[in-house]
């Protein structure tokens, strides 16, 4: 029997990709689900190509096997197509960039360099040629997938990720000193990390922010609770970007450093917390 690229066509623009995508991320991630909403917005993919078709309904999932800053996709295979392109989506860009299109044998794609701290989506679908009337028809796209957050600094390979992405500068370390200025404590509960005001400052794991808020000595802050008795604090705060109640990711943005409350200069006030009591950060941050 001879299938036409019609027939084909039919059968592709039928089927639903019912496989699961799994990606391999390099440095701990988290499935949280994006809260940027054009992510799930379909008139978002439309920009992608003119031979747009809605979001099929599959479910993908996420394992960590490697070190590397890598992604690897992997899809079942539709049977009669001419091959599958691999979209992808990283957090801050706006648009979805085609990352790879490959032939009907193979099912799979490793995104390689990808960048630290930022959340990286992708998503997969068919496509067959049609000879008759010389045009490419597509099968629906597979879900968009959160993958996490992105983390290739050495610093944040530790059971929590460093909080500042943008230096690793430790201005007062943890424990006795003197105080910096009147109302300051004579015991640092936690560490100050030098950087001007508005630095961007991310989650050291997944957790849920339980406060959000200011008082006189901690200015603005940030609290956030993880697992296994865990906590972080973030004080000092020029602006918060996440509300209590909200689930972070590890790595990502939740606040911007800033000089509020007790302070004598820009910087980020960290600290980790154990059962309820401050610990020194650095036992679980590895360098």
């Known amino acids: 029997m001879i299938i036409t690229g019609t027939n084909r066509a039919k059968k592709i623009a039928a089927a639903v990709i019912a496989s699961v995508m799994v990606c391999s991320i390099g440095m701990p991630v988290s499935a949280a689900e994006t809260k940027d909403s054009t992510i799930a917005d379909a008139s978002t993919y439309s920009a992608v190509t003119s031979s747009y078709k809605p979001l099929s309904t ?3 999932t996420t394992s960590v096997t490697s070190k590397k800053a890598t992604a690897t996709i992997k899809w079942a295979s539709l049977g009669d197509v001419d091959g599958y392109e691999v979209y ?4 801050g ?23 630290r701290y930022h959340k990286y989506h992708f998503m997969v679908r068919a496509y067959v040629e049609d000879t008759n009337t010389e045009t490419t028809i597509y099968s629906e796209f597979s879900d968009s997938h959160v993958t996490g957050y992105m983390i290739s600094d050495p610093w944040s390979s530790g059971t929590l990720a460093w909080p500042v992405p943008a230096t690793h500068y430790i201005s007062s370390s943890y424990g006795h000193r003197t105080a910096p200025t009147r109302g300051a404590s004579t015991f640092h509960r936690g560490i100050d990390i030098g950087v001007s005001s508005g630095t961007t400052v991310v989650s050291s794991a997944d957790g849920t922010v339980v406060a959000s808020g200011y008082n006189s000595a901690r200015g603005k802050y940030v609290l956030v609770k ?13 602006k918060r970007l996440v509300s209590e109640g909200d689930k972070v990711s590890r790595g990502e943005p939740i606040a911007k450093s800033g000089n509020t ?10 600290e980790v917390l154990k059962n309820g009591h401050t610990v020194n950060p650095m036992k679980y941050i590895k360098r």
């Open 88 to 91: 992808k989506y990283k957090s």
């Open 226 to 238: 993880h697992s296994n008795g865990l906590m972080t604090r973030y004080q000092h705060l020029s």
């Open 58 to 60: 599959y479910k993908a």
């Open 93 to 115: 860009s706006g648009k979805w960039t085609l990352a790879a299109k490959t032939d009907a044998d193979t099912t799979s794609y490793t995104a390689r360099s990808l960048a």
């Open 261 to 270: 409350g007790i302070s004598t200069g820009a910087h980020l006030h960290y």
